[in-house]
């Protein structure tokens, strides 16, 4: 069903066709000189995080919203970098004036996280100690070393509490260690379409990918950059793999059918059908724009995130020791975050008497749903956001009046 | 607030923790949060109300009540709360079993099916009764499995749990006094507080 007016389907936020955008954003970059000991037992002794913001700081502090990011996202997550830029950051259907994250009512912090390969510290930049790029001899991050770079960073934005962290996916995984290790600094956690560990499957999926970028031969052990070479074929596949998991069968079902590239079958190898054309462009887009060991880091970390493994495997009482409200968002057709592994958060936080609530949305998307302006998501993701600001300015006044 | 939901919130303690089974936009529980302290949770179904009851700052969880309720913990929630839903259920014998299983107290309102007006209707027009609080046809109504008080306190004679107290409510949902006498005549909304009192005694263990 497609609204006919706008040819998008009708379930989207009606407001999201209009041109609200944050506008042209500049990328701004941390410099971080105190040493940030990983999970993995290796310490990064210096490193930068490069980050935007969308809307106003209040006086009191207490607007800010932090964003993060998913496997393949980056700080980029709205407006424009220029006025010849053809496309948006990536969640600009849910961060802008009026949209989902207000930026007229929000400070909006979105960065790069470390060991990604969009401007901040990672396999791309130089260690320090060998003067040549890291690759593959990179820390391996875990969701709570991001998690950690995140809190510095909030230290220097002068964000003692965010009112909220929000995140798809493992971003989501992000919003719930925030909760986790830091309690105490932020009011709300927004977990959306996201999991409290990967299941075997899952793991599965991100093994194949990682082989098909390590097997590639201009991979290079992963020291392609000095040989001049990527692992594009490699990226491609891994890509293409992933891009499969993202959407349902539905979705694809919807937009591709079995509509041929050039209206009749080849009788050879190459491209027959339109959802083949589309995951090569999808594959080979990435592979230009995406590093391999950023890549390799990336699903490691999804595949190492288990929060509840330092407690005896029970998330409740690893959640016990959370104070922030959560949001938790599945998507119907989601089957690589499925609406069941949601649940298990919202089961887990009921068992430790949180405040929490959920809301699995009817969407063809797939697992990428959480990227589009939903109109229930929409207003359940303003709705919950809305209620912490009220909660933030009550006690406000109640420490005023004090 | 709705007549049924003032009563059910006179019954609820202060301080409790509270499960509203089918909590619609949250009326109640915001009500017992703001006046009683009750922490409190919903379950609700409908998308629309669960985001009514977000903006309320109402915990909701979208689950469904027939299916749904598994993962709650025993006695994990001081009372649980069902209202006007019980009718709806696939299974409402079961979903009393849970309520009690989950929560040391249920509460539990239901359109009385052996109200005055209802028997009246089916007496002399021979057809399925519709009134303002049962407003479906008998092809397509979520209520199907209507029920009397007297068939209710059957229901919890059978599954051993006890009255604590009840009351029901006429058709301008005012508990007069007269209808206390025939209630099972003279009700249309019944309200019933009930326990296991076998279990509610070993919370102590718990």
């Given at each position: 069903m497609t609204d006919q007016n706008t040819g998008q389907p009708a379930d989207l936020d009606p407001d999201h066709g209009k041109v609200r955008s944050v506008g042209i954003v500049e990328p701004q970059v941390m410099t971080f000189d105190e040493p940030l000991p990983l999970r993995s037992g290796r310490t990064l002794d210096h490193y930068e995080l490069v980050y935007e913001t969308y809307g106003e700081l209040n006086e009191s502090a207490s607007n800010a919203i932090l964003i993060c990011h998913a496997l393949s996202g980056h700080h980029h997550a709205a407006g424009y970098h220029s006025e010849q830029d053809s496309k948006p950051g990536w969640w600009d259907a849910c961060i802008g004036p009026g949209k989902a994250i207000d930026t007229e009512r929000y400070f909006v912090v979105s960065l790069n996280n470390l060991g990604g390969c969009h401007g901040s510290t990672g396999p791309q930049s130089i260690n320090p100690d060998t003067g040549k790029q890291w690759g593959p001899d990179f820390p391996v991050m875990a969701v709570r070393d991001w998690v950690k770079s995140q809190a510095r960073l909030a230290d220097r934005l002068g964000i003692?509490?965010?009112l909220a962290v929000v995140g798809g996916s493992l971003g989501g995984m992000q919003a719930l260690r925030w909760s986790i290790d830091y309690p105490d600094r932020l009011r709300g956690a927004a977990a959306i379409a996201s999991a409290p560990k990967l299941t075997a499957q899952n793991i599965a999926f991100n093994e194949v990918a990682r082989q098909a970028i390590i097997n590639d031969p201009s991979f290079h052990h992963g020291h392609y950059a000095e040989h001049g070479d990527y692992p594009k074929q490699g990226l491609m596949l891994a890509r293409m793999l992933g891009h499969i998991t993202y959407l349902s069968d539905a979705g694809m079902r919807e937009k591709f059918g079995r509509d041929l590239k050039t209206g009749t079958l080849s009788f050879d190898y190459d491209v027959d059908f339109q959802v083949e054309s589309y995951l090569r462009h999808q594959g080979e887009n990435f592979s230009s724009t995406f590093d391999a060991n950023t890549y390799l880091l990336m699903t490691k970390a999804l595949d190492y995130f288990d929060p509840a493994a330092d407690h005896d495997h029970d998330l409740a009482r690893c959640l016990a020791q959370a104070k922030a409200r959560f949001l938790v968002v599945a998507f119907s057709?989601?089957?690589?975050?499925?609406p069941e592994r949601s649940e298990e958060i919202v089961n887990a936080l009921i068992h430790a008497g949180k405040d929490v609530s959920y809301l699995e949305i009817d969407a063809p998307q797939g697992h990428d749903a959480f990227l589009f302006p939903i109109k229930p998501y929409v207003r359940a993701l303003s709705g919950f956001l809305a209620r912490l600001t009220e909660e933030a300015e009550q006690a406000s006044e109640v420490t005023h009046a004090g | 607030m709705r007549a049924d939901l003032e009563i059910i919130a006179d019954w609820i303690p202060a301080g409790s923790r509270v499960l509203d089974l089918g909590c619609g936009d949250g009326t109640l529980l915001s009500w017992l949060r703001q006046h009683r302290n009750v922490d409190g949770l919903g379950v609700e179904i409908n998308q629309d109300s669960i985001i009514r009851c977000i903006e309320k700052g109402v915990p909701v969880v979208q689950k469904n009540l027939d299916t749904g309720l598994t993962n709650f913990g025993d006695k994990s929630f001081d009372v649980v709360i069902m209202s006007q839903s019980l009718q709806q259920m696939k299974a409402p014998h079961k979903t009393l079993n849970e309520m009690l299983r989950i929560g040391r107290e249920a509460i539990v309102t239901f359109p009385n099916f052996g109200y005055w007006n209802t028997r009246r209707y089916l007496f002399f027009l021979g057809r399925m009764p519709m009134s303002k609080i049962l407003p479906y046809s008998w092809f397509d109504t979520p209520n199907i499995h209507l029920c009397t008080c007297r068939d209710f306190e059957r229901l919890c004679r059978d599954q051993k749990a006890r009255i604590r107290q009840s009351t029901v409510l006429d058709s301008q949902h005012q508990k007069r006094?007269?209808?206390?006498?025939l209630p099972n005549l003279l009700g249309e909304i019944a309200i019933y507080h009930v326990d296991k009192p076998h279990t509610a005694t070993a919370q102590g263990a718990a």
């Open positions: 003692e509490c965010w057709t989601d089957w690589r975050f499925a | 006094r007269a209808i206390r006498l």
